[in-house]
């Protein structure tokens, strides 16, 4: 076998899939289809996953594997092709199944392993090539179902084998996060997800990745879904990704990412942390954004969320920071134009006080006069820039004002008209004129090579902590 490994594809994708057979396969739509017309769809949405399962092989060359349960491998040969490996799966709950076919994936070198049913046609080809890259930068990659579920379980195993139920090996001890995964759970229940989660941050802190939840067709409501994706194409790559970095619970998120959703219902929202929060997880569930969990510097989670992030344009926004209404268009505009390199907004501080006025004339100044906008401004660009720019670098703070000098020298830095609004919690809880004053020392700070780690700590404690 270790012979075999250096020719093996590292990316392992598995499909956990039933024979449509009547009367044993979507049961809960038979009231609604009959028992031939619930195998029908079944066997519809199981062809529907195997066409994007080869183009995921084809593409990106990763090793499908379909795990079937209720018939043979040669039965199912002949009913959706010869070109894919079938293999039976054994016996036992859902987790035990997910499980074996997991240790034989890990024992044939796989790095990374997607595993998917057929029930969910919301999945396609670049859902799973954008869950295989957040994989570089998170141990663990989930899609939730609407019901409590989830559609797809995505994780890196580090070389280390699960000692599985069927298998006589135990001479290697799983990591518990991976014993995390299938064990304990209540497969079936509308508790799925939630237990999966709980079971991973009991264990370890595992970097872990949540998209958007999908919809699964197990019941007659759910048949909508799997029309309107014979209707039209359901996913259509965004034109506008917005990365939203935060340090863990953060009040203000609910908010900011309303703003982002009200005037463009299709953007892709990642919402990247240092650490777990129940809340914020609920947050981005909400509105529908990507969560994003490792505990690395922020330039380092904002440069992960960006080689995940799909959008023609990019806005790096803080979690206390709302949008104004028209932002869609005046990112498009700004950053549409080639000469363009990075755009961002006005501020404008949620603080009546007259000192406020004051700081947001000077940061207007220092935007239009001396090209730097800061990070609290929302600053934008072209995805394909950012990237070609190396994204911004790996530290816990001052990537922002770093990126838009080095942007300066490739082009033009230019500002909208509508400011964004921005909380003045930080400015009411040291004061403005302390708040001034120990930004200020950052940037000398910064310019005299202290290092980024040293800023950090000043901006989180004061100066003299």
Known sequence: MDANRSHCPTDWLLVMARFPAAGKCKTRLIPALGADGAARLHGQLTEHTLRWCRQVRDRIGAQVQVWVSGASGDQMAARFGA??????????????????????????????IVIVGTDCPQLDAATIAQVFSTLDNHRVCLIPATDGGYVLLGFCPEGSAIVSTVTTDRSRTPPTWIDALFKDIAWGSSQVLAQTIAQLRRRESIPLGIFPPRRDVDLPEDLDVWYQRQ?????????????????????????????????????????????????????????????????????????????????????LLHADTLLPDQWPAWVEQLAGQNEVALGAFPLRIDSPRLVARWIERAVAWRSAVRKLPYGDQAIFARRTLLRRLG???????????????????????????????????????????????????????????????????????????
């Not at 293999?87 to 890990?106: F, K, W």
């Not at 947050?283 to 969320?305: D, S, T």
């Open 231 to 315: 209707e039209s194409q359901l996913r259509k790559r965004p034109r506008f990704s917005v990365i939203v970095p935060v340090g863990g619970r953060e009040e203000h998120l609910d908010s900011c990412l309303a703003t982002v959703r009200r005037q463009s219902r299709e953007a892709e929202i990642l919402v990247t942390s240092a650490s777990f929060s129940t809340d914020t997880c609920d947050a981005a569930m909400k509105h529908q954004a990507y969560y994003l969990v490792n505990a690395v510097p922020r330039g380092a989670r904002i440069n992960a969320a960006l080689r995940v992030a799909t959008g023609k344009f990019v806005v």
């Open 83 to 112: 070109d894919l490996d079938y293999r039976r799966q054994p016996t036992g709950d859902l987790g035990q199944r997910m499980r074996h076919a997991s240790q034989v994936a890990i024992e044939s070198g796989a790095e990374r």
């Open 391 to 465: 994204g911004v670098q790996p530290w816990p703070i001052m990537e922002d004002y770093e990126l838009v000098r080095r942007a300066g020298r490739w082009g033009k830095i230019v500002l909208a008209e509508d400011p964004v609004l921005t909380s003045a919690r930080r400015w009411h809880h040291r004061g403005f004129l302390a708040t001034t004053l120990l930004n200020q020392l950052i940037i000398l700070g910064y310019h005299c090579g202290i290092s980024p780690t040293r800023l950090a700590s000043w901006y989180r404690h004061g100066l003299w902590h």
